[in-house]
């Protein structure tokens, strides 16, 4: 495949972008996790760029990544924000039934962190991580596999020593707080809700 084959599929998603047709569907239901990244998303509402395509969107807080998957699976969502593994995971059936899934956009490309308990402060080195019990958002998820990558870097083993869970990103700070696990990878560092 030479630089032609990508200019040509680039044009052809420009040309569709810039298509002006009548919309295939007007009223949409977009589901989301309450992070940062979604923010894109739920905030293209309240400044009318939905309104200003012809389009009645309808934003749903969703508790985690297996229920957004299942939702788009079980087409109650129309779109729904995603992390980057899971729509090729989906489209291979890894997980789930096979299901062909466009991507529109990328909204986060980096910023993932280890965050670990303030009673393992002293420990930043990971091989002393071992027994620890760390979440990730989803099994299919860039947080997971940077997790794994990066122990078994420092000689621990992934899937031995140390326990990999999931929990949705919106409770892992209170997780964190409550002692049920040693530290995260996830978006961010996530920052536990304030009140003002």
């Not at 760029?49 to 749903?60: I, R, S």
């Not at 899971?86 to 980096?110: D, E, K, L």
């Not at 979440?135 to 998820?141: A, K, L, Q, T």
Request: glycine fraction near 8%.
């Amino acid at each position: 495949m030479g630089g032609d084959f990508f200019a040509d599929s680039f044009g052809t998603l420009e040309a569709m972008a810039q298509d002006k047709g009548s919309l295939e569907k007007k009223d949409l239901k977009i589901g989301f996790i309450p992070i940062t990244c979604a923010s894109p998303l739920v905030m293209a509402d309240p400044l009318g760029f939905y309104k200003k395509q012809g389009l009645n969107v309808t934003m749903v807080k969703t508790a985690g990544w297996a229920l957004i998957r299942d939702k788009v699976q079980n087409r109650e969502y129309d779109a729904s924000h995603m992390l980057a593994p899971m729509p090729i995971a989906m489209s291979m059936g890894i997980g789930s039934n096979p299901m062909p899934i466009n991507v529109a956009t990328i909204q986060n490309t980096n910023g993932q962190a280890i965050t670990l308990h303030v009673k393992h402060k002293d420990k930043r080195d990971p091989k002393m991580w071992k027994g620890f019990k760390f979440v990730v958002p989803f099994e299919y998820s860039m947080h997971n596999f940077l997790l794994r990558y990066y122990v078994a870097e420092h000689g621990i083993d992934p899937d031995k020593d140390i326990q990999i869970r999931v929990v949705p990103p919106p409770e892992m700070v209170a997780n964190l707080r409550a002692g049920n696990l040693d530290g995260y990878l996830g978006p961010g560092p996530l920052q536990p809700a304030r009140s003002v």
